[in-house]
């Protein structure tokens, strides 16, 4: 087998295979990856025995079915740094990157664990890869790391879906916040199914991900249980599949802390922007233990310290030993603000985190101090952001 490939795109697959395989130190044969000619192109696939990764770059004279067994961090330093058309060629047991000369390991090779067959497939969603990127993102804040929790269920996106019908719903949440979003509308019925994807396979595939490149994810089932399949596809007709198993665990019982609108004690409108601005400004003076600022809603006309606002007010404030800081920007009342109306403290963090996701006009529902607050932006995303108790002991 002998082909002509550009040296940008055996650098891309390199690294984006050596993502998953080469953490094997207990079994060698995982730090290998296997090169092979087929009819689409050159294939260069490895896995950990949890996620499997195929990077497929599309090339001519490639279906002789030719292929090697190389380290994987060995491929990605003879790639590195390659630009332009490069030879490649696979040949008694060699791999020929222009000049170099790589040996295959064809003791280890037979070991080469192999991927299971799968079935019953179900496309979940059709993504553009711009936005596959930013949705992994958002939902990457709201997610724990894995090593970080003991809580395996934290560490994936929750993605329920139905098996004959479009739509899916993503969430994530760390147990402090909560990011759900609808991908190609909600999915609705009695058979809705779930699948825990561990999000840290999720963001190597969004880092492999161009924003040109389109997205497509199904679940498939075999002997050894569920899986995810991501397919990435690029304009030149290259493909990157990643199949990762999912998490056995269940995901929190998210819809029971999702507040309900129509209990708020008022509802309003404010630009993210503006109320990033002000909470970065407020977070100098908040405490170091719970970085808590307060928010407080001042309606139009009221008799407050704001002298009689001729619009509605959004107060944000802080006190610490560092100093205080109070300032407002506008926002806009929907509907009336209730008398029991308190003010509510929440983590500068994760509000700045939530003011970032958009740059639209962001709906905040407030219930109370010790209540749970949703963000609605975007049109079909909502956030859940628990507050800060200050009477705590």
Request: glycine share 8%.
């Amino acid at each position: 087998m002998n082909t002509i490939i550009n040296g940008s795109a055996l650098n891309k697959a390199a690294r984006a295979v050596k993502g998953i395989a080469g953490r094997g130190s207990y079994m060698p044969v995982l730090d290998m990856v296997r090169i092979k000619g087929i009819r689409e192109g050159l294939e260069i696939s490895g896995t950990n025995l949890e996620t499997w990764i195929s990077y497929t770059i599309a090339c001519d004279d490639t279906a002789d079915g030719s292929q090697v067994f190389i380290d994987a961090a060995r491929l990605l330093g003879a790639v590195k740094g390659r630009k332009g058309s490069q030879s490649v060629g696979i040949n008694a047991g060699i791999l020929q990157i222009g000049a170099l000369s790589i040996e295959d390991s064809p003791d280890i090779a037979m070991d080469y664990p192999l991927q299971a067959e799968y079935s019953n497939p179900v496309h979940v969603a059709s993504i553009a890869g711009a936005e596959f990127k930013a949705m992994i993102k958002r939902h990457r804040a709201t997610s724990k790391k894995l090593g970080d929790t003991t809580r395996i269920n934290l560490c994936g996106v929750n993605v329920e879906y139905h098996p004959d019908l479009l739509g899916s719903t993503w969430t994530t949440t760390d147990g402090y916040s909560l990011t759900c979003e609808e991908v190609d509308g909600r999915p609705y019925g009695d058979e809705l199914k779930k699948a825990l994807i561990p999000m840290e396979y999720l963001v190597k595939a969004a880092a492999a991900t161009s924003p040109k490149d389109t997205v497509e994810i199904d679940v498939l089932q075999s002997t050894a249980g569920e899986v995810a399949r991501v397919q990435i596809w690029n304009i030149s007709g290259s493909c990157i599949e990643y199949t990762i198993r999912t998490t056995d665990e269940q995901f929190p019982d998210f819809r029971r802390v999702i507040p309900e609108t129509s209990k708020s004690l008022v509802r309003f409108d404010v630009d993210p922007a503006e109320l990033g601005r002000i909470v970065s400004e407020a977070v100098i003076t908040a405490p170091e233990d719970s970085g808590a600022i307060t928010l407080e809603v001042i309606p139009a006309g009221s008799d407050d310290d704001l002298a009689s606002p001729t619009h509605d007010r959004l107060k944000v404030s802080s006190t610490s030993r560092a100093g205080s800081y109070e300032s407002s920007i506008e926002c806009a009342i929907r509907g009336f603000a209730s008398d029991a109306l308190q003010p509510v403290s929440f983590n500068a963090k994760y509000l700045q985190a939530i003011a970032g996701f958009t740059s639209d006009l962001m709906l905040v529902s407030l219930q109370g101090p010790l209540q749970a607050a949703r963000f609605d932006y975007d049109r079909v995303q909502t956030a859940v952001l628990m507050p800060v108790n200050l009477t705590r002991s």
